[in-house]
């Protein structure tokens, strides 16, 4: 039995349509796998530390600066005073610091901000899930967004005391 030429038309109609939905559609939503500046910033589902979900969606109206990070990732390690001391002096001004670490277990996760003395909300992505709607790597990286959910600087390695500090000035006068 052969396909006729209209019904090979109208599959080849149908595959046109489809690949075009699909590249318009990320083209609007991102769907590159790779957060960009200036654009909006994936969601996540995530469990803390707390034993609690948080998402993004959480944080609406706030600045947030994402920390992706590992416990074996020396840098990582070095830059978490530097992102405590600035929890604490932006965490009354509509700013958040997430620690959003990649791949550890819950324990292993609490034990070291326990240690660190990090007190500002720790998130465990154990599938990799907001690394790759982020394009995360390598680590550490740090995501900046602005109250309006958009992408305003995305920082890759360790951040020191100076570079945190002026990038959350940025958000909070934008």
């Known amino acids: 039995m052969s396909i006729g030429r209209k019904q090979i038309q109208l599959i080849i109609l149908a595959l046109a349509v489809l690949l075009g939905s699909y590249a318009v559609g990320a083209s609007i939503f991102g769907g590159n796998g790779k957060a960009e500046e200036g654009g ?3 969601s996540f589902d995530l469990l803390g530390i707390d034993g609690r979900t948080h998402s993004l969606n ?3 109206g706030k600045a947030v600066v994402l920390n ?3 416990s074996w990732c020396t840098p990582c390690v070095k830059e978490m005073p530097v992102l405590q001391t600035q929890w ?3 965490k009354n001004e509509d700013v958040v610091i997430v ?3 990649v791949a550890e277990d819950r ?3 609490r034990d070291f901000a326990k240690s660190a003395g990090a007190e500002f909300p720790i998130l465990i992505d154990p599938d990799r899930a907001a690394v790759n709607s982020y394009g995360i790597s390598p680590l550490p990286t740090t995501i900046f967004i602005n109250a309006k959910g958009r992408i ?3 920082h890759i390695g360790q951040l020191d005391m100076g570079t945190l500090n ?3 000035e940025k958000l909070v006068s934008s």
Do not use: L, M
């Open 88 to 90: 604490n002096k932006w």
């Open 58 to 60: 959480e944080y609406k």
């Open 152 to 154: 305003d600087n995305i």
């Open 166 to 168: 002026a990038e959350i």
């Open 40 to 42: 909006r910033a994936p």
């Open 99 to 101: 620690g959003i670490n």
């Open 68 to 70: 992706f990070w590992g």
């Open 107 to 109: 324990a292993t996760v």
